[in-house]
């Protein structure tokens, strides 16, 4: 073996070995890493209900109840699968609305409900302009931004 | 057959082919800039969410791109480096570094002013923002290793081992968003399916990083230049070319 193919196989060793390395350390980590869990997961008891944990999902439309000249809002959060109830004392983030995604910071309730002390915006990853929006809105466009939006789960 | 690959492996004669190709590079680079800049800022109509917030996408994407780009770039020549025992690859590799820790400062910064409005924080540990965080830190960390050691071949070695092993975290970088649940939204890009971005938001948009791709290289040339003065100081050629040029070095 000549120098240059020992040194060639110590570079691919060491990437390799962190490679590997950095995949066990990830995978270890697992639930560790997720930022969020979402509705089925905390319904399923996978988050852990006994400290606070970030709860993400969509906002169900027309579920966003707010009681005029008050800060708290409650709203509906799923993923498709199952749904949990929010409840927020605070200010919402400009890109906060129904059909959109969030994730919020808190607790579980005993009665189910999730209280947050914090809920941020998700955006999801299409741009366009107001106006494609509105017309892709109307055709009903499976690409709708509008229309991906969370069919009734139940 | 790889004679043009040795001609071009000495410090010299790479020295001369960067002179050329810098102002090549670097005056496209600018005028590209101008036209992105006009179509992302000024053309492309406000989004149907985010209304003119979402144009900090224009420096955001590029800068952020280009932070993997140099990096990648930085761990291939490194390991060119230490199994060839290529000088100018290292050159390379060191040069890199500055350029790349600048992209990933813009990304995190404009990122976190983005942010601010639209998620309502300026960070949070997500796992994307936070495998970009660790990519800024391994080109302080490359720069800091190479600073420490005053010998060059010591400093090229060392420094390039870090560099090959940090390239793990690129993957993880892109990946992060698709693997872990996170607050950052997927790629809009690299969706091979339906362009997640409306046509004339596009344009600009691959007209910026095309920009930031040839300006990343222009101080690429700059840089290897530099590298390739300071190593080869006390070699002939560079004593011809201080004569001969006088402001050169």
Known sequence: MTPRRQRMLAVVVIFV?????????????????????????????????????????????????????????????????????????????????????????????????????????????????????????????????????????? | MWNWFYKLASPPHFYRTATVLEPWLFWPALVLLAIGLYGGLVMAPADYVQGDGYRIIYVHVPSSYLSMFTYVTMAVTSAIGLIWRMKLAFCVA?????????????????????????????????????????????????????????????????????????????PIIHFSVEWWNSLHQPASLSKLETPAIAGDMLWPLLVMILAYQLLMLALLMTGIRAQVLEREKNARWVGELLDTTGHEA
């Not at chain 1, 390395?21 to 996978?46: C, Q, S």
């Not at chain 1, 809920?119 to 929006?133: C, F, G, Q, R, T």
Request: net charge negative; glycine share 10%.
């Open chain 1, 17 to 154: 070995g962190v490679s590997i390395a950095a995949t066990l350390l990830l995978r270890a980590l697992d639930m560790n890493t997720m930022y969020f869990f979402g509705p089925e997961e905390v319904l399923t008891g996978k988050a852990p209900l006994d400290k606070p944990f970030r709860l993400g999902g969509l906002v169900v439309n027309g579920s966003f109840k707010r009681e005029p000249g008050s800060l708290e809002a409650t709203f509906e959060v799923t993923d498709n699968v199952a749904r949990v109830t929010v409840s927020y004392t605070g200010v919402l983030p400009d890109l906060f609305t129904e059909g959109q995604g969030m994730v919020a910071n808190g607790r579980l309730r005993e009665d189910g409900v999730f209280v947050a002390a914090e809920v941020l915006a998700k955006h999801d990853e299409n741009y366009m302009s107001p106006e494609i929006a509105k017309m892709l809105d109307k055709k009903g466009h499976p690409g709708s931004p509008m229309d991906t939006l969370v069919e009734d789960p139940t």
């Open chain 2, 94 to 170: 060191a040069a890199c570094a500055p350029i790349g820790a600048a992209f990933t400062f813009m990304s995190l910064t404009t990122g976190a002013i983005w942010g601010q409005p639209m998620w309502g924080t300026w960070w949070v540990w997500d796992p994307r923002l936070t495998s970009q965080l660790i990519l800024f830190f391994l080109y302080l960390g490359y720069m800091f290793l190479r600073q420490a050691l005053a010998e060059t071949r010591q400093a090229d070695r060392a420094s390039g081992v870090l560099a090959v092993v940090g390239v793990v975290n690129i």
